[in-house]
């Protein structure tokens, strides 16, 4: 029962997205995981302008882009806006909203104000920064209504596109993110935040080798950032380079050694490359370092799956769905495992359970069918 067998973490839906464990299943290319957005980067300061004149156009040649909204003058809405992003950066969230309020009170047509203010109001509601995490989230979708006006307002305002590509992915909203992202990389090619946030909203709406591209400038941009190279990861493993994502999530190890998404990630590129041997020891380190999840003991039962060891991964696996009922790849594996022992029932049993969480899923019925040969067996 090997060919519809499934590892590393399942995903629910396009969530998966950013840096978190991947599902590597034999039908299909692996999505990426669940994950929360990468934090923004440091940047030059703003170049100086008049308070209340709209964002010029940047200058040419590469840069990336600055979170700070104040431009350095002494005028009552520059004041307003420094006082926010001051308030931002130490986490007063409240405070910032308050001053961005303020300045767009000042001056309603310029976009900094309402860019400062839409971000800090997300801060402010705790809106999770996931993609596919905020999906009709009140406060997300006012965000992105926000962040759209300032766009158009100035079009080359890149922290605007970047906040409104990001927002989006938030809300499950990919399409329509790619494009101020994509214009957002335009305007800050040097921004490492921007090329991730462009690669992963490649990634979810099925360009692979686009992600690629993005994520391997993002990764080169910030080479000590072990989710850069995680999600690079991803995009390799989905694009059916394996050597080469193994590399990454090899570096990603190397520079957090003690985070389980990691391990569990390297674990799971080995097994794609059919060596249980490599792979056992990263996911084991996984559970050990986190063993409350789900995803992470179904991927080592897994392993022990292609080691023949049916009776250690059905004890893995019914703890890992006790953890989490609804991981689908468990409820597969343990159908296989199962199976393997000559319990066709017990394997239907479960195979049934992984069918109602997703009646489309094609593994349950590519499952279902080798179950019924076996059952016809002589």
């Known amino acids: ?108 047509e310029d976009p900094a104000a309402q860019v400062g203010w839409a971000r800090a109001e997300l801060a402010v509601e705790q809106v999770p920064e996931g993609v596919n995490a905020a999906v009709g989230n009140p406060a997300a979708m006012a965000a992105a209504r926000r962040l759209a006006r300032a766009v158009g307002m100035d079009d080359h305002h890149a922290l605007a596109l970047l906040e409104l590509g990001r927002v989006r992915l938030m809300l499950g909203d990919f399409e329509a993110a790619i494009e101020p ?47 850069r190279q995680e999600n690079l990861g991803t995009a390799l493993l989905q694009a059916g380079r394996t050597s080469q994502a193994v590399v990454a999530y090899e570096r990603a190890v190397a520079l957090a050694p003690d985070d389980a998404r990691y391990r569990s990630n390297l674990g799971t590129a080995y097994l794609q490359q059919n060596d249980v041997k490599s792979a056992l020891p990263h996911l084991e380190r996984a559970v050990a370092l986190d063993p409350e999840r789900g995803s992470y003991l179904s991927n080592l039962a897994y392993a022990r799956l292609l080691q023949k060891e049916p009776q250690k991964a059905i ?64």
């Open 181 to 227: 992202l994509s214009r957002a990389v335009a305007l800050g090619p040097d921004d490492a935040e921007a090329q991730s946030a462009l690669g992963i909203a490649k990634l979810v709406t099925g360009d692979a080798a686009g992600a690629v591209t993005a994520l391997e400038r993002a990764a080169t941009l910030e080479p000590k950032s072990p989710d």
């Open 315 to 378: 004890q893995m696996l019914e703890r890992a769905l006790a953890l989490d009922p609804e991981l689908a790849s468990g409820w597969i594996n343990l159908g296989n495992a199962r199976a393997q022992l000559g319990d066709y029932a017990g394997a239907r049993e479960a195979y049934l359970h992984a069918r109602a969480l997703d009646p489309d899923d094609p593994r349950v019925e590519a499952v279902m069918e080798e179950l019924d040969a076996l059952e016809k067996a002589p």
């Open 1 to 108: 029962m090997s060919r519809a067998g499934v590892s590393p973490a399942e995903v629910r839906g396009a969530r998966s997205l950013l840096v978190g464990a991947l599902a590597v299943a034999s039908l299909g290319c692996p999505p990426p995981s669940e994950g929360p957005l990468p934090a923004p980067v440091p940047a030059p300061a703003p170049v100086p302008l008049d308070a209340g004149s709209p964002t010029p156009p940047p200058a040419p040649g590469p840069r990336a882009i600055s979170r700070r909204l104040a431009r350095g003058g002494d005028s009552p809405y520059d004041r307003a806006l420094a006082r926010g992003d001051q308030a931002y950066e130490e986490a007063r969230y409240a405070e910032a909203v308050a001053a961005y309020r303020e300045a767009s009170a000042i001056a309603p």
